[in-house]
């Protein structure tokens, strides 16, 4: 399968533990983004690479989360002292370089409970 | 900023009836637009996309959108619903960031159902 692979896809931790994701893009794309979707809503931006550079975090993302993509291939998203609020699924997209309507395509993502 | 709106929370159909999914855009200069499926324990999928090149998209599994820019809207459509179509839809409008690259902003979702 050569498409958007996160791991794991589930995870329950208790509250103030924290956990860390992991999204491997498809090979060739250059761009990933994280995106988190909570029950009933559409998925909302966090945050954005090109190649191994950081270069957009939404105000969503507080100091808790912080993500990696260190070789501009896979990424990482960890949360620290997890809270109920960051349970949500937590969504990878990648893209190739292009204009404003190129396709990102999604992971299946991770689903993210917090007890 | 650019913002999609979508009408519907839930459709229901029945299978084999026509189905028509809302989405009304707002944006300062011509949009990207795009349709996306979530079936269950599946990933996003892209149904189609805006490019400009034409007001009538076609995308896979029958489903068509117009662009319709005096009304701001993007709906989606399909002639016959089919069992398998039962999914989330979220419309998707691309915006500029300060990063000088685009994001994907998402509506809320409609949620297809299709009785048989």
């Known amino acids: 399968d050569t498409g958007v692979s996160q791991n794991p896809r589930h995870k329950i931790t208790k509250r103030g533990q924290n956990v860390t994701f992991r999204c491997d893009p498809i090979?060739?794309?250059?761009?990933l983004y994280w995106y988190r979707q909570t029950l009933g809503q559409g998925p909302e931006f966090l945050t954005y690479?090109?190649?191994?550079?950081?270069?957009?975090k939404s105000r969503l993302l507080s100091d808790r989360f912080s993500a990696e993509r260190p070789k501009g291939s896979f990424s990482t998203l960890e949360i620290q002292r997890t809270e109920q609020g960051d349970s949500a699924m937590y969504l990878c997209?990648?893209?190739?370089?292009?204009?404003?309507?190129?396709?990102?395509?999604f992971g299946q993502g991770t689903r993210l409970t917090v007890v | 900023a650019q913002s999609v709106t979508q009408l519907d929370s839930h459709v229901s159909v029945s299978e084999g009836t026509p189905v028509l999914l809302r989405c009304n855009y707002s944006?300062?200069?011509?949009?990207?637009l795009f349709w996306y499926v979530q079936h269950p324990n599946k990933g996003l999928q892209l149904l189609l996309k805006?490019?400009?090149?034409?007001?009538l998209v076609k995308g896979i599994n029958g489903f068509e959108a117009e662009f319709k820019k005096s009304e701001t809207s993007f709906h989606l459509t399909k002639p016959s619903a089919h069992m398998s179509d039962a999914a989330e839809y979220f419309c998707?409008?691309?915006?500029?960031?300060?990063?000088?690259?685009?994001?994907?902003?998402f509506g809320t979702g409609t949620r297809l159902k299709v009785l048989a």
């Open positions: 997209a990648s893209s190739s370089p292009g204009p404003r309507n190129t396709e990102a395509f």
């Open positions: 090979s060739e794309h250059n761009r």
């Open positions: 690479f090109q190649n191994e550079a950081q270069l957009e």
């Open positions: 944006s300062s200069y011509s949009p990207s």
């Open positions: 805006y490019t400009s090149a034409a007001t």
């Open positions: 998707v409008v691309s915006d500029g960031s300060t990063s000088g690259t685009y994001k994907y902003i």
